[in-house]
Each structure stands twice: as structure tokens, then as C-alpha cells.
């Protein structure tokens, strides 16, 4: 099953149905496994969302620059989340917009809306790992995978989010070998299964970023969402940190508000 | 009186008290050993305060670091389009990933390929995966890149025969030795795996780490490799000169004593070793067994006078404290005067040799005798020291020879030395290794068909975000791209351009005819968003664009160029910006070799006025020590002359002098200036007890001029030594310093004595005179 939880990965429900206890009689992959599988159950029906995002891109000497985005997403079970991106400022891409659709076998198929030709162009590019708009994050940061995606391996339980909280510490590892990482270690708050920080180890399995979540908000009493990721590029020093402002949750959308046709609307 | 104070200081219990003190230094600084370390970071040939050092760290912020590993690929059978290739090529971009440090790989089989079939476009590697290699599909790739004006000249030659891979490390600078290490020996492995896996292929690497690392390797085989050859030769030398091994043990224990704590004290003020200072040990070694050499040479002669040992010891002290003391600190002084370098490993070198020679003169006063009385020395003849005991017939012909010497040979020196301002200043950094270093033969390898080393980045900054987007400015960018390309120097240039024209034909449907820069800078930044969407991992365009997009950076590729050249083009290009560039755009720009041209100019002069210093400060001390500026001035002729002829000889035989040579002024007056006092100081003891010019002279050749022939000679070998160094700079330097000390040493047994006899003809008034009193019984 494929989604695209949230803007990321950090889509959580409240209720848990795996006892944690049976963790002790587990291997550690199969207890990484079975937190993952926890983390992914909880998102499960939250139909559709619509985030305001302010995105603030900082170099290593103090400089910041930024972009604004809004970003709606489609729950979807059988193909994956279909998701849309409209570029809001600069004002240069203001109506740039980013479509796309996953697909379950092959490469997700994506269309780029250019307001400046009035053209909606579709680009084949099986690249996920890059910089997003020249952020921190990448396309595949932003883009939760399936759960086969990875490999899983439980670490440890601990202390998190400045010790007001109990995470179990899991790392997994894509199968993916186009991705940019060689693995990522999740600390997930085992109440409520809030993604504290993320680790990400790059090819040479050196860290190389390493992101935070905070100001968690419930929504519809069911989904939290954190109003504040920071990600850290721990080799270079920049930082780029998302700030949602709104986030809405069962607009009702349908596969009709993904189509490539609106896109210039 | 100054007697019994160099009595008192050798033989009571202010002598056990001074030793006691002297050797509780030694040791103290001998523990900063452990603080010592060997650099490997090209960037300590420049101060932190560095003004271009800062211009390329702001550049290296604002874009990418520069530290690069540049691995040249050729097939031995065919061009590199094709299938065995192009596997290599890909799994090697693979695995490099993922070797410590590398932040970014970029090569043929990575390269972002970008097509379009209508409102389709694919950007995408040329190869990504290895399946889609075949021999098809590999002429279609060799078809793409020779269009693909970032992959021509960058990446792969025009005629498809080499192709390269860059690789970009991201050092964190913690522990800079072991990261350089982990970084270039993952990437030497791999090559090897290649190599075998591969064996229809040749390698060959060039880059600024793999420079770092051949620096460190320089320095590293110089000092395991010289320096224990060294010990053994000093051992010997001096063993068969002074024939005694007694004697020469106790110079190898002052010398081992001050080699040691010299290095411990920069260990405690943080100086790192490296290339250029790694020859710091086998100077001092040379300089201090030199001046040993003349202490044992008198306590020598007073033994073969029939004094007993301890009689030998004191007396030769006594009369000889001055010399020793004055040799001593105009070394000193001559090295100190490296300070004036612009370049700090050229001043750590000065210093440490410094602290050396300020450690042996602690030494020679108090280790020294202390041993040389527990030791026995032998009372045999030693042939080499009495060379010169029956000078009359040479003092004849000298005498005889006086005008000619006078007239013709001291004119036609000057007209020498003029030849050495002809030599043009000039550096080249892979020159910096001799051709047996591996580094060297491959970077020139690899220069033959690409651009490895020379370059100088363009920042091109705007005052707002988003500012490269403007149409002006770009309309600017491809005005001073193509002005760059027509430039004889360059062979090729990196900037955004080329892909922002290919991202207008993309979005046009790939026609050719829409290669050309987008209307507006709204279609320019909306084109550039798609581009930077397709980009995987560690490719980005940060190393090109500032990461506001308000500057862009344009890198011009040069040919292997001399810093002369470099500087010259340099020069070119600023007149050219600043008289063509629009108002609101700012440019910086630099680049590692661009620095390094530099440092190599500007220390040349810094360090020539060091040596300027040096002597005018040794002439002054001179001439207080023999109390007349006229001998003082004199002693001029003796040591300017023969550093002078050593720069002509060099004109002839280089024609160009590097950071390095400029440094072998200062030092080499420092340490040739000790035979001049040696000499000197006998030569007026000798008429101050009454005898003749002439049979001073005769008195000072017997005296002193062994000991001055034989330190000589073994300062030669020991620059010679310093010669085989495989750092060109401190072979470079060995070789004109021992060629200024064999001149130094030829003007101090035909042109020094002609020259005291014809202008000293009597004592100058000084306290060298209460000395010749107490001195007269110890001519026998």
C-alpha cells in the first residue's frame, strides 16, 4: 500500500492496536517492522488534506530565503496518495504547480504546470532524491514510501522529545537503490506515534541530515500534525524549515481535483 | 676577566646549575613532540587572515568546497563509448558515492540527460541502471554527449577517447589528516578493484585532495627517509673528520638534544609540519654539526698542542666563546628573518631551525663540556683538520695574485650576481613535486586532455534573490561566457548557461532553434524550477548557484599554466569585467590555484626583504662585534657575493625562481656568515699579537680553516641531501644552498684573505685586545 501521508511522514492516529509488550519475544527486524506497520496503520482514512506552508531555506552564514506552497494530497489505497503542489511565492512561480500521481509498478507519473507558457508539461523522471525547490528536504522525504519499501531493524526504546515523551527508536533502510540514503532512524513516540526526529544516513552511511518535529496540532480529533519541521543538513549546515499554517483535513475532494486538466486553474 | 667567567661558566657549580636548567628546557620542550603533527591541507601555505584565502572560503560557502579527486578513464582499445566502458564508468560512479567524505559525484553515466517529444520531457541520467547499457544504446550516448556542451572538455574530450570523473568531498575538517587519508585511499581502492575487474583501462587521478595528500606524502618519505640518512652521515663524518667517535657521539647528542626540543617547542606553539617545513630537522642538523664541528675542531687542536684534555676543553672555550656565540646568532638571525614570508610553513620553517640553532648554542655551553670532558677523545692526528698547516705557498700565491683576484675576479663575481635579478618569478603547482611523484605524472597526464588543476571561479552576484534569473543579467553571463571562450588561455567553461538554453529548447519541444536564453525572467526561473525538480541526490545546482539564486558562478578551465601566466590572465579578465559589466552586478573570484599563484609572487618578494634584513642586521652585529663598520661593511663582500653568484648561477641553469628559492637568501647568509667570523676574528687575534697581514693569514688558515673547509663541506652534503627531497621546493632549496655555500666557501679561501690582507691592515681598537694578551701563551 502506498501512500502520501500528510506532507510528511508525520501523520499519526491516536489509537494503537500492537501490543508493545510482544516486542521482547520479537527479532529486532520484526519489532521494527512492527512499529512501522503501527505508524502506517494510524493515517489510514483521513480521505484528503490541504496544508499552507512557508518554507525558510537558510544558508550556513545566516542568510535565509523563502517559498510559500500549498500542497493537497488524496488519500489513495490502491495506487498511492495522488498529491498537488502550487507554488505560491516567489512571485516569479506563483502558479507553478506539481502534479502527481504513483504508480505501483514503474515510474510515478508527474506533470508540471508553467503559467508563464500556459502549458502543462509531463516529466519523466524516475528522481526522487533530490533537493526540493532547493531545500533540505527531497522529494523522497516528502513522499512516504510503502512499508516494503524497507528493511527494518529496532533499535532501542528512549527518552524523546526533550524527555516529555517514550519513542521507540527504529531504523529502516530502502530497497530502493536509487535512493540517497543508506538508512534513516525514526524516533516514534510510542502513546501517540508522533515522528519526533528523523536521522538520515547518506550512501557512505555518514549522517547527513537530521530533522525535528514540534508544535504537534490533533486535527479532527484523530490525525497529529506538526506545525514546525526543521531539517538539518549536519555536513553542509544549512537548514530549511517548513512552517504549516493551516492544515485542513475532509474537503470532500475526489479524482477529479487531481486531473492533469486542472492544473491551470 | 672574561676568562673566568667562561671558566666559571663551564667548571663550578653554576656550570652543574646551568646545565641542570638548560637540559630541564630541553626536556620540557622536547615533550611538545606529542602536539606535533604533520599537515595535510594545501591551505596552510596561507594565513587565516589570508585576504584571497577568505575570497575563495566565502566562495566555498557560498557554493561547494573545491576539494576535488578528478579520475581520468581511457579504454586502451577503443573511445569510451561502449559497453565494457560505460559499465565501469557507471559502477565506478556507484561506488565512489560511497567512500568517506564524498559529497558529490559527477561523471558520463550521472550526467542529466534532458529530451523532450512535445509537452513529454525526461530529464534523466544518461545511465540509470546497468541493464540499459548495450552497444546500441552506447553510440546513442556517444552521439547525446558530443551536443552536450557541459560534457565536452568537462567530462569527456571532443574526439570521445577519455572521460573523467569529478569527485567533491565535503571534508568536516575535524581531524583534516584522516579524513584526506580515509578519502584517497577509499578512492585508490576502488580504482584498483577497477583496475582488475577492468584491466583494458587506464586510470589517472589529479584533484586538490589528492594533492593534499601527495603534500603530506612529500613530507612524510623526507622525513623517514632523509632524516635517518642524515643521522648515519653525521655519525661518519664526523666520526672520520674529527677522527674520534667519542667526539662525534657528543655531537650527535647536542644535535639529536636540539633537533628534538626545536621540534617539541613549535609542538607547543601549535606548529604543524608540512612540505615545505619538513626540511626544517635536516637544516638543523646540517647547521648545528657545522658549528659543533668548529667547538671539537679547537678543543682538537688544543689537544694536539700537548694540553691535557680538561686543559683542551677551557682554553678552547675561553678563546673561542666569541665565534661560537656570534656564528650562532647570526644564524639565528638569518632564519628568524623567514618571518617575513608570506606564507606560514616558510616562517615555521625559519623558527624551527631557529629554536634548533638557539638550543645548540645552550647546548654547545653546557651539555657539550660536560660530556666532551667524560668523554675520552683520541689525541691522534686528524689529517682532514691539518689540510691547512703549511699555507705559505698558497699564501704566496694568493699574495701574488692579489690585483688580478682584487681587479678581475671580485668584478666578474658582481657581473654574476647581476644575472640573478635576471631570473623571473615565477611558481607552478604541480611543479611543487619533483616527476617522480606520482601526483605530478598523472596530473600532467591528466592536463594533456582536460582541465585539472587551473581554473578561477566567477562569482557574478546580484543585489536581489532570484537576481540570475534577470534576462540582463544573463544576456551579461553569455556575453563574458563567450568572451572567455575566445581567450587562448581557456579550454573550456562551467556555468548554468548552457543548461538554462537547454531547459528553453526543452520546454519548446527540443528545437534547436529555441537554444537561446528564455524571454523573461519569469520563464527563466519557472524553466529552472522543472530542472531542479529532476535532480537526484548530492546533484544539485549548489555548486553553481548561490542558494538564494541572487549569484551564479561561471568557471573558467585553463590550460597548465605558470603563475606569471595565471596572474596575467587574471588581470585580463578583471579589465575586461570592469569595463563591461552592468553597475548592480558585483563578481568575486578565486580558486586554489589562482591563490597559490599568488602566495608564490608575493612571498618571493617578502621573503627577498627578509633576507635584506638579515643583512643589514648581521653586517650591524658585525661590526659591533669586531668594533668597526669598516670590517663590518667589508664582511659584505665575502657573503653578499657568493648568494648574489648562487641566483646568477641559477638564472643560468632555471632562469625562474620560486616561493621556496627566496628563502634560501635569509638562511644562506645566516649560516655562510660564519665562516667570515671564524675567519675574521682569527685574522685580527693575529695581528693584535703583532704578526704580519700575511702571517696572520698564514696563523688564521692554520687555526681556523680546516674547520670552516669541513663544515662547509658538510653543509653541502647536507643541502645536497636535501636536494633528493621529492617536494621540488625544498630540493630546489637544498641545491641553491649548498651551491651558495660551495661559493661561500671558495670566496673565503681566495677572495676573504686577499681582501683582509689588502684592507685590514690594523687592529681596529677593541676588547679583542685584552684578549690577545691572555691569548699570546697559548701559541706554542
Request: glycine share 4%; proline share 2%.
Amino acid at each position: 500500500m502506498k501512500y502520501l501521508n500528510g506532507f510528511l511522514i508525520l501523520s499519526i492516529s491516536l489509537t494503537s492496536c500492537l501490543a508493545t509488550q510482544a516486542y521482547a519475544t520479537k527479532s529486532p527486524s520484526e519489532q521494527g517492522f512492527a512499529v512501522a506497520s503501527a505508524l502506517d496503520a494510524r493515517d489510514l482514512g483521513f480521505q484528503d488534506s490541504r496544508s499552507n506552508i512557508v518554507m525558510i531555506l537558510k544558508d550556513g552564514m545566516g542568510s535565509q530565503t523563502k517559498r510559500e506552497l500549498e500542497v493537497t494530497i488524496l488519500e489513495n489505497h490502491q495506487e498511492g496518495d495522488k498529491s498537488l503542489i502550487k507554488f505560491q511565492f516567489p512571485i516569479d512561480i506563483k502558479g507553478t504547480a506539481l502534479l502527481t500521481h504513483p504508480q505501483k509498478v514503474g515510474t510515478d507519473e508527474q506533470w508540471l504546470y508553467l503559467p508563464v507558457v500556459n502549458r502543462t508539461k509531463r516529466i519523466s523522471s524516475r528522481n526522487k532524491s533530490g533537493a526540493f525547490m532547493g531545500s533540505e528536504f527531497s522529494f523522497e522525504d516528502m513522499t512516504s514510501k510503502r512499508l516494503e519499501d524497507y528493511t527494518y531493524n529496532y533499535v532501542s526504546e528512549q527518552a524523546c522529545n526533550n524527555g516529555h515523551a517514550q519513542c521507540d527508536v527504529i531504523e529502516r533502510s530502502p530497497i530502493d537503490k536509487h535512493s540517497g540514503y543508506s538508512k534513516q532512524r525514526l524516533w516514534v513516540d510510542k502513546k501517540d506515534k508522533k515522528v519526533f526526529k528523523i536521522e538520515f544516513y547518506d550512501r557512505k552511511k555518514s549522517l547527513l541530515k537530521v530533522m525535528t518535529a514540534s508544535q504537534f496540532k490533533l486535527y479532527d480529533n484523530k490525525y497529529w500534525r506538526a506545525a514546525n519541521v526543521e531539517m538539518k543538513n549536519v555536513q553542509t549546515n544549512k537548514a530549511t524549515t517548513l512552517l504549516y499554517n493551516s492544515i485542513t483535513f475532509s474537503l470532500g475532494l475526489t479524482g477529479d481535483d487531481f486531473h492533469r486538466s486542472v492544473l491551470g486553474e | 676577566m672574561k676568562e673566568s667567567r667562561v671558566i666559571r661558566l663551564l667548571d663550578s657549580t653554576v656550570s652543574r646549575w646551568l646545565l641542570f636548567i638548560t637540559l630541564a628546557i630541553t626536556l620540557v620542550s622536547i615533550i611538545g613532540l606529542k602536539n606535533m603533527g604533520l599537515s595535510s591541507n594545501y591551505k596552510i601555505f596561507f594565513d587565516d587572515t589570508d585576504r584571497d584565502l577568505q575570497t575563495l572560503e566565502q566562495m566555498e560557502t557560498t557554493y561547494s568546497t573545491t576539494d576535488n579527486i578528478f579520475i581520468m578513464v581511457r579504454s586502451k582499445n577503443s573511445d569510451v563509448y561502449n559497453v565494457k566502458t560505460l559499465n565501469l564508468v557507471f559502477a565506478l560512479t556507484e561506488q565512489l558515492w560511497t567512500v568517506d567524505h564524498v559529497s558529490r559525484v559527477d561523471s558520463l553515466a550521472n550526467f542529466m540527460f534532458s529530451q523532450a517529444d512535445g509537452d513529454d520531457i525526461l530529464i534523466e541520467e544518461f545511465i540509470y541502471d546497468a541493464s540499459q547499457i548495450t552497444t546500441e544504446y552506447a553510440q546513442s550516448i556517444k552521439l547525446a554527449a558530443s551536443q552536450e556542451k557541459d560534457l565536452v572538455g568537462n567530462l569527456v574530450t571532443a574526439n570521445g577517447m577519455f572521460t573523467a570523473i569529478n569527485v567533491t568531498a565535503t571534508l568536516p575538517g575535524l581531524d583534516h589528516k584522516t579524513e584526506t587519508l580515509a578519502l584517497t585511499s577509499g578512492v585508490e581502492a576502488l580504482l584498483a578493484n577497477m583496475q582488475r575487474d577492468y584491466p583494458e583501462h587506464e586510470f589517472a587521478t589529479t584533484g586538490l585532495v589528492t594533492m593534499n595528500s601527495a603534500f603530506f606524502k612529500a613530507a612524510k618519505s623526507d622525513f623517514t627517509v632523509l632524516i635517518p640518512i642524515m643521522i648515519v652521515f653525521v655519525l661518519v663524518a664526523a666520526g672520520v673528520i674529527l677522527g674520534s667517535i667519542g667526539a662525534s657521539l657528543c655531537i650527535l647528542v647536542v644535535l639529536l638534544s636540539s633537533l628534538l626540543a626545536a621540534l617539541g617547542l613549535a609542538g607547543w606553539l601549535n606548529i604543524n609540519l608540512s612540505a615545505p617545513s619538513i626540511s626544517a630537522p635536516i637544516i638543523m642538523f646540517t647547521v648545528i654539526v657545522a658549528s659543533s664541528i668548529h667547538i671539537i675542531s679547537y678543543v682538537k687542536r688544543q689537544l694536539l698542542e700537548g694540553s691535557s684534555q680538561y686543559n683542551a676543553i677551557l682554553l678552547s672555550y675561553q678563546h673561542n666563546a666569541k665565534p661560537i656565540i656570534v656564528s650562532h646568532l647570526t644564524t639565528i638571525v638569518g632564519f628568524l628573518a623567514m618571518n617575513s614570508s608570506d606564507s606560514p610553513p616558510f616562517r615555521d620553517l625559519g623558527n624551527i631551525v631557529a629554536f634548533g640553532v638557539i638550543f645548540s648554542l645552550l647546548l654547545s655551553f653546557t651539555l657539550l663540556p660536560a660530556m666532551l670532558f667524560k668523554v675520552k677523545l683520541s689525541t691522534s692526528k686528524s689529517n682532514m683538520l691539518n689540510l691547512f698547516s703549511n699555507m705559505d705557498r698558497f699564501t704566496h700565491v694568493l699574495l701574488k695574485m692579489k690585483k688580478p683576484i682584487l681587479y678581475i675576479l671580485v668584478p666578474f663575481c658582481f657581473l654574476i650576481s647581476f644575472l640573478g635579478f635576471l631570473n623571473e618569478r615565477n611558481d607552478d603547482l604541480i611543479k611543487y613535486f619533483n616527476e617522480s611523484v606520482e601526483f605530478r605524472k598523472q596530473s600532467e597526464t591528466v592536463d594533456k586532455q582536460f582541465s585539472g588543476l587551473y581554473n578561477i571561479g566567477y562569482s557574478l552576484e546580484t543585489t536581489s534573490k532570484d537576481g540570475i534569473f534577470s534576462i540582463k543579467y544573463l544576456k551579461f553571463i553569455e556575453q563574458f561566457d563567450s568572451w572567455l571562450i575566445d581567450q587562448p588561455e581557456v579550454i573550456v567553461t562551467t556555468s548554468p548557461l548552457h543548461r538554462m538554453k537547454q531547459l528553453n529548447r526543452l520546454m519548446n519541444g527540443d528545437d534547436a532553434s529555441y537554444y537561446r536564453l528564455a524571454d523573461n525572467a519569469t520563464m527563466a526561473t519557472q524553466h529552472f524550477l522543472l530542472y531542479e525538480m529532476s535532480l537526484p541526490f548530492g546533484r544539485d545546482i549548489n555548486d553553481m548557484v548561490s542558494f538564494d539564486k541572487s549569484a551564479m558562478k561561471l568557471t573558467a578551465r585553463l590550460h597548465n599554466s605558470s603563475s606569471v601566466a595565471m596572474i596575467d590572465f587574471e588581470i585580463k579578465v578583471k579589465k575586461w569585467l570592469d569595463k563591461n559589466k552592468p553597475d548592480y552586478i558585483t563578481y568575486s573570484y578565486s580558486s586554489p590555484s589562482l591563490i597559490f599563484s599568488h602566495i608564490g609572487q608575493s612571498n618571493i618578494i617578502s621573503l627577498l626583504k627578509g633576507a635584506f634584513i638579515a643583512f643589514i642586521v648581521i653586517s650591524i652585529a658585525l661590526s659591533i662585534v669586531f668594533r668597526s663598520v669598516y670590517i663590518g661593511l667589508l664582511t659584505l663582500i665575502p657573503n653578499l657575493l657568493p648568494v648574489g653568484m648562487a641566483f646568477g648561477f641559477w638564472y643560468c641553469i632555471e632562469g625562474q625562481i620560486s616561493m621556496g628559492l627566496a628563502g634560501v637568501s635569509a638562511m644562506a647568509i645566516g649560516i655562510i656568515v660564519d665562516d667570515t667570523v671564524h675567519f675574521l676574528y682569527q685574522y685580527i687575534n693575529g695581528l693584535k699579537r703583532g704578526l704580519s697581514p700575511q702571517q696572520s693569514i698564514q696563523f688564521t688558515f692554520e687555526r681556523t680553516m680546516g674547520a670552516i673547509v669541513i663544515s662547509s663541506i658538510l653543509l653541502m652534503i647536507g643541502f645536497l641531501l636535501l636536494a633528493t627531497s621529492s617536494f621540488e621546493k625544498n630540493a630546489q632549496m637544498g641545491l641553491l644552498t649548498s651551491v651558495t655555500i660551495m661559493l661561500a666557501l671558495l670566496f673565503d679561501l681566495i677572495v676573504l684573505p686577499v681582501l683582509a690582507m689588502k684592507f685590514i691592515r690594523t687592529t681596529p681598537i677593541s676588547s679583542l685586545q685584552k684578549n690577545s694578551r691572555s691569548t699570546s701563551y697559548e701559541i706554542s
